[in-house]
């Protein structure tokens, strides 16, 4: 059986190409033509991944995501959206999702996030893997090209927290307590020396860089080569 996806998107030409690509990608789209109507779908429903447009006639995208996340659902969510600052980037993650691509997009760089949400989506082995990087979580060991990799306590954590959420943007707040704790109040120098050490060890000496910033937002761990123009080192 394919994963199940859903599609919230008012624009009928853009709704029929996304489910034709999906399903040539061998996935299994759900069209909803607005947030009332994919709220109910996705409440109803089991799927492994909601690409949702933020612009949607009625309940916009930003309400949709929140109240689906106030109803407990977590299903990992997609943002399409035409706003790309930082605020309104902040605020749809504030809101409830997991990822976003900024229109006009490429289908093969929102097909690459969407699969990269479902894997999310799996449960939990104790390997975790992003292109040649290899973490293993039972003997806290690290690789990259068969090379091993020593880490401390806290790069590990830190990279840890990074694979999971392989292909995603990984907010500074997630990280610090990820590392640290909720209950610390860690000024953000101190995830950017760590983040720097991490970088040192996972990256220098490779074909390309794996770790990226996001201005403003957080880093995001890459597979693969990232596109041009997403995000800078």
């Not at 959420?165 to 950017?192: M, P, T």
Request: contains cysteine; hydrophobic residues 40%.
């Amino acid at each position: 059986m394919y994963p199940k996806i859903l599609i919230v998107e008012d624009d009928p030409e853009m709704a029929e190409v996304l489910q034709h690509g999906f399903e040539q990608e061998q996935l299994a789209p759900t069209i909803a033509g607005d947030g009332e109507t994919g709220l109910r779908l996705a409440q109803q429903g089991t799927y492994q991944t909601i690409v949702l447009d933020v612009m949607l006639p009625g309940m916009d995208g930003f309400d949709f995501a929140r109240s689906l996340r106030q109803a407990g659902n977590r299903t990992p969510i997609l943002l399409l959206t035409a706003r790309d600052s930082v605020s309104d980037v902040v605020y749809g993650f504030d809101c409830g999702a997991e990822d976003y691509v900024v229109k006009p997009f490429s289908f093969l760089e929102l097909s690459a996030r969407v699969r990269s949400l479902i894997r999310r989506n799996q449960p939990e082995t104790n390997f975790l893997r992003a292109g040649d990087l290899v973490l293993n979580t039972a003997s806290r060991s690290t690789s990259r090209a068969g090379k091993s990799i020593a880490l401390t306590r806290g790069e590990f954590q830190l990279l840890e927290t990074l694979m999971r959420h392989a292909g995603l943007v990984v907010r500074r707040r997630q990280l610090i307590d990820a590392v640290w704790g909720h209950e610390f109040q860690v000024d953000d120098n101190n995830l950017d020396v760590m983040m720097s050490a991490l970088r040192n060890r996972i990256d220098r000496g490779f074909t390309y860089t794996m770790i990226r910033t996001v201005r403003g937002v957080g880093y995001r761990l890459e597979a693969e080569p990232p596109q041009a123009g997403w995000a800078t080192r």
